[in-house]
């Protein structure tokens, strides 16, 4: 695991968006796994602006996101599906054939799990996976005590990610109870994972992630288990990580050719 300390989350997206950028040129047909939330949106316009100022071709990308909501129509403002083309696709030049996004209006929802599932297989399997982390440790809609080898299905939120997510809809009680996410198994057979954290809210949880031992009750905490993994973080969200200065003496003399 590589943990990226910056001052600030702009600092840190830009590292990201190198990260994504290295490789899309190496692999133009990359498939990347995509996450939602306040969280990935530096990355999301670092993106667009590579594409848009320095001409990085998206063309070929395949992607994936991580959930949706349950009985939330994709046109909906709160839905992910708008959430990604206001944010990230109107800006790329990716085939809409070529993006997928979990259907929270399915009318057999196992069955679309399984569908889903068999799709990131077909197209050869996830290159890269951007993550967040909510502020109780869980990865997608993978909750709490949620199992380490789950695959795409259904989850019930917890109160406190309902909370969490309450201030993107008009009332607390329009927040849906149920989702469609990528298991913790999906997340982890990803060949990359690039997680962001910003944010003192989020400093507890980044510990027990990175510094914690390997638990269900804190599924972030399973990417230990990865052999690729690239943690982005700010001041506010590094604050309570033991192992800092190890850290940055780690970032600051890495060999140019690891360099971003």
């Known amino acids: 695991m590589e943990v990226l300390l910056h001052e600030n989350a702009d600092g840190a997206s830009v590292v990201a ?15 990347l796994g995509l996450a939602t939330g306040s969280t990935p949106l530096g990355l999301y316009r670092e993106l667009i602006r590579l594409h848009q100022d320095e001409g990085l071709d998206f063309s070929q990308v395949t992607t994936f996101n991580l959930d949706e ?28 054939s070529q993006i997928h996004i979990p ?13 889903y599932e068999e799709a990131i297989q077909v197209a050869g399997g996830i290159d890269l996976q951007v993550l967040g982390i909510g502020s109780d440790g869980h990865l997608g809609f ?14 019930t939120l917890t109160k406190e990610t309902r909370e969490d997510n309450a201030r993107f ?19 982890l057979d990803s060949r990359v994972c690039l997680m962001l954290a ?13 510094e914690g031992p390997v638990s ?28 800092k200065d190890y850290y940055e003496h780690v970032y600051d003399n890495k060999p140019a050719w690891q360099q971003y």
């Open 142 to 155: 993978n909750e709490p005590t949620s199992s380490l080898a789950s695959r795409t299905r259904i989850k």
């Open 216 to 243: 269900a009750m804190i599924p972030a905490s399973a990417l230990q288990l990865h052999p690729h993994v690239h943690v982005l973080l700010d001041e506010g969200a590094a604050r309570k990580l033991t192992r």
């Open 103 to 115: 259907d929270g209006l399915a009318s057999d929802i196992p069955a679309h799990c399984e569908a």
């Open 69 to 96: 909501y349950i009985g939330v129509d994709g046109n909906h403002p709160c839905s992910y599906r708008r959430f990604m083309m206001e944010n990230l696709f109107s800006g790329l030049n990716i085939p809409e």
């Open 198 to 210: 910003f944010g003192e809210n989020k400093a507890s949880a980044v510990a027990q992630a990175v």
């Open 169 to 187: 809809f008009e009332r607390p009680e329009d927040v849906p109870h149920h989702c469609i996410t990528m298991g913790m198994g999906t997340i």
């Open 17 to 31: 968006g190198k990260i994504v950028a290295r490789l899309v040129r190496q692999k133009p047909n990359a498939v």
